[in-house]
């Protein structure tokens, strides 16, 4: 069945130091990829998406993900933790040709001060 | 440009009763999908329309509808509700150019 993995269910960092939130997918092609971040109480922002070409693609708040296809993944990174990034990640697929989003589990980032 | 609206942000029901959520998309989009948030069941597809037709529809009983006006604005009505349909509805209005969608803050329900 089509799936999207999100391995880590909390993950807690220091403020400035690296972030990587890890998504995997089940899909026999290649999807629409996108990641999400939802504040408490609030919808879901779109941090940055990958259709297709470079495979490193740029998002808002100083976010990049890179797809791998050989993995089946699309990892979120930010090279520095601000605390206003303590929030949850939601790693998002599209599987055909229709806009039904298939969602990770999550992600809980907290960030220590 | 203004973003997507939902109404009401909070609503208290209760068992057996009907609801009706709305949603307005961003100008121009003609596309708007629906998703149900629970802690239990995370982030699920309710359904899809796009120029007042149904395009898809997720894993829901028949209890759950919509429907979309010529305007691009979105209804969802849950009816007989039950203490399990407490949960965000999320409304989203969809590029038609690069298949983003763009959320709404929520309607949060509460079922009791």
């Known amino acids: 069945a089509q799936s999207v993995t999100q391995p880590d269910i909390h993950i807690t960092v220091s403020e400035g130091a690296s972030l990587e939130l890890r998504c995997n997918y089940s899909y026999g092609a290649t999807p629409y990829l996108f990641w999400y971040v939802q504040s408490p109480g609030q919808g879901l922002q779109l941090l940055l998406k990958y259709f297709s070409g470079d495979t490193l693609v740029q998002g808002i708040k100083g976010f990049e993900a890179e797809f791998k296809r050989s993995q089946s993944s699309f990892n979120l990174r930010k090279p520095s933790v601000h605390w206003s990034d303590a929030a949850e990640y939601f790693c998002a697929v599209v599987m055909d040709s229709s806009y039904k989003l298939i969602f990770g589990s999550g992600t809980r980032l907290l960030v220590r001060p | 440009k203004a973003g997507v609206t939902q109404t009401p942000r909070y609503l208290i029901k209760t068992r057996g009763q009907q609801v009706t959520l709305s949603c307005s998309p961003i100008?121009?989009?003609?596309?708007v999908s629906w998703y149900q948030q629970t802690p239990g069941q995370g982030l699920q597809f309710l359904f899809e329309y796009f120029s007042e037709t149904q395009r898809n529809k997720g894993n829901f009983p028949g209890r759950f509808s919509g429907r979309q006006f010529s305007n691009s604005r979105s209804e969802m009505n849950v009816s007989t509700l039950e203490l399990g349909d407490s949960a965000l509805y999320l409304c989203?209005?969809?590029?038609?150019?690069?298949?983003?969608?763009?959320f709404g803050p929520g309607t949060r329900l509460t079922v009791t």
């Open positions: 100008s121009g989009h003609r596309s």
């Open positions: 989203a209005s969809n590029s038609w150019t690069g298949r983003e969608q763009y």
